[in-house]
């Protein structure tokens, strides 16, 4: 099988957030998804781009994309954080997810980040063999924490 592994466009944003949502609905959160197609093409191809993304193309369609943003570490300095890294089901085990985080490291290595971060379900098996056959450290002690909308106007009330 062919692919390329490219930088996304403004134009590849509507696949971009089909794999989105077919992420979510995988996750069992499908309507968990609350970016429109206009926030997501303004977040990342505006003046001032908040992510990066690549995509994974097979012929004319785009079966996997991998989005990345910069963050600051007090203990490592410059990392990325690896937001999504999503293969369509029709096409995982064909390579696209090793060639997305490949791009991802590479991306990394070029902007000097000393780490890549991510977050990975507990339930996710698949994915973790994967990361951790990648080499990557699963850091199984460590418990994600945000405050969504609701959460920030409850504490600031």
Known sequence: MEYTIRNAKRTDMPRVLALINELALFEKEPHA???????????????????????AQVGEEVQGMAL????????????????????????????LGSALLEQVVRYGREKGVRRISWEVLDWNEPAITFYEAKGARVMRDWNVVQLDEEGIENFLN
């Not at 998804?33 to 997501?40: D, I, K, R, W």
Request: proline residues 6%.
């Open 68 to 95: 990345v943003y910069p963050r600051y570490s007090t203990w490592s300095g410059p990392v990325i954080h690896l937001e999504d890294l999503i293969v369509t089901q029709a096409m995982r085990g064909t390579g």
């Open 33 to 55: 998804v609350l970016v429109t197609l206009e926030e997501l093409t303004q977040a990342g191809f505006g003046e001032q781009p908040l992510f990066h993304c690549f995509v």
